[in-house]
């Protein structure tokens, strides 16, 4: 049966739209309980009353004389920065076309509104599913991962998640490989066995996921990836794993992340990578338009290549605004 996760994002709270999510009171405040923007035991009679009076409107007007009066400096920047995502959700009759608009325009909001906004759009994307490899997945547009990579396995795991836990200690067992590559940690890799306590673990963010090719990690990634396509560009795509690219007539590619984009653009343009470079694309994806006049005319039943690599770090940020701004697209009237 569909279950509920995520509750953090705040999905249940929003309206549903002709054209996407709309932001309510009930959404926005639900901001106000960030660490951001909660008091600390310290904080002075103007933050309090602040805050007081946003949990009760939050559609209030702030000004810049309110927030210059306010006690604390990291206050002041914290609620700065809140009050223009606020003001840019606002502007937009809906999240979608808000998220859009910042990569049509220059991002001008702090990163962790852009993660709010990309989780609460995957929920909705993934909304009445019961598959954990699905809402597992979808954690990588708003999760920064940590990867490893050795005997066939492609195991990425929260990143926060593993800082936490190997100071803490956790539950579970992710075995020896990533033990042995990455902090002292355990975490569960998601299997059949554990997939139905990925529901009551949602917010721990606690389960590692396969993403090599052939595996049900992959497969996942790239279904979320074909309903976000489906959901901010309105194409219906079907996206492929790959364990590389035989394609001589190879004319578009996609990095998902920053180091994948660099890889790809030197393989298409006939450079060698070093192995230790080639080593960090981890995954490859072959995306098709179910409509070919999606696509560009030039583009047109030809397929598009998206990669997933790993900074030297072993740490991946999925960017899948990437898919927004770099897709051989259609221009609609």
Same mark, same amino acid.
């Given at each position: 049966?569909?279950?509920?996760?995520?509750?953090?994002?705040?999905?249940?709270?929003?309206?549903? +739209?002709?054209?996407?999510?709309?932001?309510?009171?009930?959404?926005?405040?639900?901001?106000?309980?960030?660490?951001?923007?909660?008091?600390?035991?310290?904080?002075?009679?103007?933050?309090?009353?602040? @805050?007081?009076?946003?949990?009760?409107?939050?559609?209030?007007?702030?000004?810049?004389?309110?927030?210059?009066?306010?006690?604390?400096?990291?206050?002041?920047? /914290?609620?700065?920065?809140?009050?223009?995502?606020?003001?840019?959700?606002?502007? @937009?009759?809906?999240?979608?076309?808000?998220?859009?608009?910042?990569?049509?325009? +220059? %991002?001008?909001?702090?990163?962790?509104?852009?993660?709010?906004?990309?989780?609460?759009?995957?929920?909705?994307?993934?909304?009445?599913?019961?598959?954990?490899?699905?809402?597992?997945?979808?954690?990588?547009?708003?999760?920064?991962?940590?990867?490893?990579?050795?005997?066939?396995?492609?195991?990425?795991?929260?990143?926060?998640?593993?800082? %936490?836990?190997?100071?803490?200690?956790?539950?579970?067992?992710?075995?020896?490989?990533?033990?042995?590559?990455?902090?002292?940690?355990?975490?569960?890799?998601? /299997? @059949?066995? /554990?997939?139905?306590?990925?529901?009551?673990?949602?917010?721990?963010?606690?389960?590692?996921?396969?993403?090599?090719?052939?595996?049900?990690?992959?497969?996942?990634?790239?279904?979320?990836?074909?309903?976000?396509?489906?959901?901010?560009?309105?194409?219906?795509?079907?996206?492929?794993?790959?364990?590389?690219?035989?394609?001589?007539?190879?004319?578009? @590619?996609? +990095?998902?992340? %920053?180091?994948?984009?660099?890889?790809?653009?030197?393989?298409?343009?006939?450079?060698?990578?070093?192995?230790?470079?080639?080593?960090?694309?981890?995954?490859?994806?072959?995306?098709?338009?179910?409509?070919?006049?999606?696509?560009?005319?030039?583009?047109?039943?030809?397929?598009?290549?998206?990669?997933?690599?790993?900074?030297?770090?072993?740490?991946?940020?999925?960017?899948?605004? /990437?898919?927004?701004?770099?897709?051989?697209?259609?221009?609609?009237?």
């Amino acid at each position: 049966m569909p279950q509920d996760f995520w509750a953090s994002s705040g999905f249940t709270a929003l309206d549903r +739209g002709p054209q996407g999510l709309v932001p309510t009171d009930a959404w926005l405040a639900r901001f106000a309980e960030s660490p951001e923007l909660v008091p600390p035991a310290d904080a002075g009679a103007r933050e309090r009353e602040l @805050h007081r009076r946003f949990r009760a409107a939050p559609r209030i007007p702030i000004g810049r004389d309110e927030l210059a009066a306010l006690e604390d400096p990291d206050a002041r920047d /914290n609620w700065a920065a809140f009050l223009r995502f606020r003001e840019r959700v606002l502007a @937009h009759p809906t999240l979608e076309i808000c998220y859009a608009s910042l990569f049509a325009g +220059g %991002v001008d909001i702090a990163p962790v509104f852009v993660d709010a906004l990309a989780q609460v759009i995957v929920r909705a994307a993934l909304d009445g599913t019961d598959d954990a490899w699905l809402a597992r997945a979808g954690e990588l547009f708003f999760r920064r991962q940590r990867v490893s990579t050795e005997g066939g396995q492609v195991l990425a795991a929260d990143a926060a998640t593993l800082e %936490v836990y190997a100071e803490t200690g956790g539950f579970g067992a992710v075995g020896r490989l990533l033990r042995e590559q990455l902090p002292a940690v355990k975490m569960d890799v998601l /299997n @059949h066995e /554990n997939a139905p306590f990925y529901w009551m673990r949602d917010e721990l963010y606690s389960f590692a996921i396969d993403l090599a090719p052939g595996r049900e990690g992959a497969d996942a990634l790239a279904r979320v990836l074909e309903r976000w396509v489906a959901r901010l560009v309105g194409a219906a795509v079907s996206i492929e794993p790959l364990a590389r690219i035989d394609d001589e007539r190879w004319r578009w @590619h996609v +990095g998902l992340d %920053v180091d994948s984009s660099a890889i790809l653009d030197a393989l298409y343009g006939g450079a060698s990578p070093a192995p230790d470079e080639l080593e960090r694309l981890v995954l490859l994806f072959r995306l098709t338009f179910d409509d070919p006049a999606d696509a560009r005319a030039d583009m047109a039943g030809r397929p598009v290549y998206l990669g997933l690599g790993v900074r030297p770090d072993r740490t991946l940020k999925l960017k899948p605004q /990437n898919l927004l701004v770099n897709l051989p697209l259609a221009r609609r009237s």
